[in-house]
């Protein structure tokens, strides 16, 4: 069975940088398992940042961008903001029904 | 702007059925996928299944399999999931998510999800 694992949580202090990855089971994650990426706040549904490894939608904020980094996906937040912190949830395409990974709660601090 | 609505979730016995709807706007219905994701009780994001525009491609989490059925109504702009077999984990907010293309591949918007609590 197909796992999609992201780290549990990360810490980041206002201003800073942080990478969240994303890695499949199956082995190393290419464009073609269309990397999404997206924003959980309590009480909200979740709110998409990245489609298609990199791609941002309209409303997404300049300080995200995805990438594919050493065999897996990866979300980079630049100047975070304390409004950033959040759980945040992969999701891949890894043959079958796409997967998300166990989501990162990032801590502001 | 688009609009995503779900209903039908409420408090289900074991063993019974339910089927959730997704009323649409703003979008051309037809041209899009759409999917349905859940979320049980403190626990992370599920994806459960997805339907392409015209309804000819289907997927399904092995979870679900053989229980749910996705089905759209072009006529109505309505997503629906049946299921069927209910079990106590299949307690959680299901929301509904239309996608960026005519193949499931790439999410967008959400809507604001339905609550379905499985229990006797």
């Known amino acids: 069975q197909t796992v999609v694992t992201q780290e549990p949580s990360l810490t980041v202090s206002p201003g800073g940088t942080v990478t969240l990855t994303c890695a499949s089971s199956t082995g190393a994650v290419t464009s073609d398992y269309y990397p999404n990426w997206f924003q959980r706040k309590p009480g909200q549904a979740p709110k998409p940042l990245i489609y298609?490894?990199?791609n941002k939608h309209s409303w997404t904020p300049a300080r995200f961008s995805g990438s594919l980094l050493g065999g897996k996906a990866a979300l980079t937040l630049s100047g975070v903001q304390p409004e950033d912190e959040a759980e945040y949830y992969c999701?891949?395409?890894?043959?079958?029904?796409?997967?998300f990974g166990g989501g990162t709660k990032l801590t502001v601090l | 702007d688009v609009q995503l609505e779900e209903s039908g979730g409420r408090l289900v016995q074991p063993g019974g059925s339910l089927r959730l709807s997704c009323s649409a706007s703003?979008?051309?219905?037809?041209?899009?996928?759409m999917h349905w994701v859940r979320q049980a009780p403190g626990k992370g994001l599920e994806y459960v299944s997805g339907i392409g525009n015209n309804g000819g491609s289907t997927n399904y989490a092995d979870s679900v399999k053989g229980r749910f059925t996705i089905s759209r109504d072009k006529s109505k702009n309505t997503l629906y999931l049946q299921m069927s077999g209910l079990k106590t984990e299949d307690t959680a907010i299901y929301y509904c998510v239309k996608d960026r293309g005519k193949t499931p591949r790439d999410f967008d918007y959400w809507g604001q999800g339905t609550l379905v609590i499985v229990s006797s």
């Open positions: 703003g979008f051309n219905f037809n041209d899009y996928a």
């Open positions: 298609g490894t990199s």
């Open positions: 999701l891949l395409y890894c043959g079958g029904a796409p997967l």
